[in-house]
C-alpha cells in the first residue's frame, strides 16, 4: 500500500501529497494537519497546506500557512512567492500583492518563479490603472 512501514505522520504526508494531487482539497488539509501534528512541520508542508486552503476558498487560513512557513524559513521561496498570488487573486489585495511580489525579488533575484513575479508585478500594475 501506499503507507506501508511509515511513520503515522509520513503516512499523514503522504496521503496529504496524494489528494493534493488528486485535488482533494479538505481531504488533502486534514492530512497535512495530521502531518504537522506528528512532528513533519516544515515549510513545504505549511506551504502545501497553505495552496490547499486557497483552492479550498480559505484565503486567510492559507496566507497564515505561508507566513508560518516563512517564519520557519525566510528563505523559503515558494511560500513568499505564493503570498503575492493569494492577494491578487483570492483576497483582491493588489497593492500587498505587489509588495509581496518585490519582497520575493529582492530576497530572490535569479529565483525560479522571479520572471513570473515580474510579470504578475506587470500585469497587477496595469490593471489597476484601468478605468
Known amino acids: 500500500t501506499l503507507t506501508a512501514g511509515l511513520t503515522p505522520a509520513q503516512a499523514a504526508l503522504t496521503l496529504g501529497n496524494w489528494y493534493y494531487d488528486h485535488e482533494r482539497w479538505p481531504v488533502a488539509i486534514a492530512q497535512y494537519e495530521k502531518a504537522i501534528a506528528g512532528g513533519l512541520d516544515n515549510p513545504n508542508v505549511r506551504t502545501d497546506l497553505g495552496n490547499c486552503y486557497r483552492f479550498a476558498e480559505q484565503p ?26 493569494l492577494y491578487a487573486f483570492s483576497l483582491k489585495q493588489p497593492e500587498k500583492a505587489i509588495v509581496a511580489w518585490r519582497k520575493y525579488l529582492q530576497v530572490f533575484p535569479n529565483g525560479q518563479s522571479a520572471s513570473e513575479a515580474r510579470q504578475l508585478i506587470a500585469q497587477v500594475q496595469s490593471q489597476q490603472t484601468k478605468p
Do not use: C
Open 60 to 85: 486567510q487560513k492559507a496566507l497564515e500557512q505561508y507566513r508560518r512557513a516563512q517564519e520557519q524559513n525566510p528563505q523559503h521561496e515558494q511560500s513568499l512567492f505564493n503570498q503575492g498570488g
